[in-house]
């Protein structure tokens, strides 16, 4: 019942939205475009302050989340506060922003459960890797030609670390390419996608020190649409289930797989 009442929320305020972009369109005044919301995601249980970037966001009010009981307060013309209740469940939402012309496209926000960090220039090469714990969500931007982003991590034998980018599917413009060096700059992994276009490395800690993740784009390109978020993580995760859909109301037995996870 619970889904059911959000889907109905956000069924009322598309509709709602529509409305006002077709009165726009009519009387000639182009509606707003969102590009980038950064960063783009947030932890549960916490406030995150974003900024915001796109044409025709005059009197911009306020953005609009699809979960339920996240709030948004307006601090400057383009930059907003966040809060997510204690309860949400971690995954991916859409935001839209609200103002005098009248509403924008969607764009992907994630809700975490991990801390957060914004990445710290300079880290263009490794000598200058910004150092970061274990268990942390980086929010980053390849922001110009030739850009590439270092970061730090200390591990111990036998850890398995998962090392994951998020980009296209939260709207992003990079094509990310994932590397891990250890600390005499020997490469030890890449990969260049996983979930789509997305990288992921799985990477088992072969000896006690640190290591530093490289990501870059492809083609070398960068701008600030070319935003990522770095997932640095020895917690538990499911990649996929078997089955992925069950019947309500009805036991079933389900097998998850993924990395870090423990039995039963």
Same mark, same amino acid.
């Given at each position: 019942?619970?889904?059911?009442?959000?889907?109905?929320?956000?069924?009322?305020?598309?509709?709602?939205?529509?409305?006002?972009?077709?009165?726009?369109?009519?009387?000639?005044?182009?509606?707003?475009?969102?590009?980038?919301?950064?960063?783009?995601?947030?932890?549960?249980?916490?406030?995150?302050?974003?900024?915001?970037?796109?044409?025709?966001?005059?009197?911009?009010?306020?953005?609009?989340?699809?979960?339920?009981?996240?709030?948004?307060?307006?601090?400057?013309?383009?930059?907003?506060?966040?809060?997510?209740?204690?309860?949400?469940?971690?995954?991916?939402?859409?935001?839209?922003?609200?103002?005098?012309?009248?509403?924008?496209?969607?764009?992907?926000?994630?809700?975490?459960?991990?801390?957060?960090?914004?990445?710290?220039?300079?880290?263009?090469?490794?000598?200058?890797?910004?150092?970061?714990?274990?268990?942390?969500?980086?929010?980053?931007?390849?922001?110009?030609?030739?850009?590439?982003?270092?970061?730090?991590?200390?591990?111990?034998?036998?850890?398995?670390?998962?090392?994951?980018?998020?980009?296209?599917?939260?709207?992003?413009?990079?094509?990310?390419?994932?590397?891990?060096?250890?600390? %005499? /700059?020997?490469?030890?992994?890449?990969? @260049?996608?996983?979930?789509?276009?997305? !990288?992921?490395?799985? $990477?088992? #800690? *072969?000896?006690?020190?640190?290591?530093?993740?490289?990501?870059?784009?492809?083609?070398? %390109? /960068?701008?600030?649409?070319?935003?990522? @978020?770095?997932?640095?993580?020895?917690? !538990?995760?499911?990649? $996929?289930? #078997? *089955?992925?859909?069950?019947?309500?109301?009805?036991?079933?037995?389900?097998?998850?797989?993924?990395?870090?996870?423990?039995?039963?």
């Amino acid at each position: 019942m619970i889904v059911c009442r959000r889907y109905r929320e956000v069924l009322r305020f598309v509709a709602a939205s529509l409305a006002i972009l077709t009165a726009r369109a009519v009387f000639g005044q182009a509606p707003p475009v969102l590009n980038t919301v950064f960063p783009m995601g947030g932890q549960v249980g916490h406030s995150v302050d974003v900024t915001v970037s796109g044409s025709n966001l005059q009197g911009l009010r306020t953005l609009h989340c699809n979960v339920s009981g996240v709030r948004c307060e307006r601090l400057e013309p383009s930059r907003f506060r966040l809060t997510i209740p204690g309860d949400t469940p971690p995954g991916l939402c859409d935001l839209w922003a609200v103002g005098d012309n009248g509403v924008s496209a969607p764009r992907m926000f994630v809700i975490g459960n991990r801390a957060e960090q914004l990445e710290a220039e300079p880290n263009e090469v490794v000598t200058a890797a910004m150092s970061v714990p274990l268990d942390v969500a980086i929010n980053g931007r390849i922001d110009k030609a030739g850009d590439a982003d270092h970061f730090r991590f200390a591990a111990q034998r036998g850890q398995r670390v998962v090392v994951e980018c998020w980009a296209e599917r939260i709207d992003s413009r990079l094509r990310a390419v994932l590397e891990i060096f250890d600390a %005499s /700059g020997r490469r030890l992994a890449v990969n @260049r996608g996983y979930f789509g276009i997305d !990288p992921l490395i799985d $990477f088992r #800690v *072969p000896a006690d020190g640190s290591y530093v993740v490289k990501v870059q784009d492809l083609i070398s %390109s /960068g701008s600030a649409e070319h935003y990522y @978020r770095l997932d640095i993580d020895t917690g !538990p995760r499911v990649a $996929f289930s #078997v *089955p992925s859909v069950i019947q309500r109301g009805k036991p079933a037995r389900v097998a998850l797989y993924g990395w870090n996870l423990r039995e039963g």
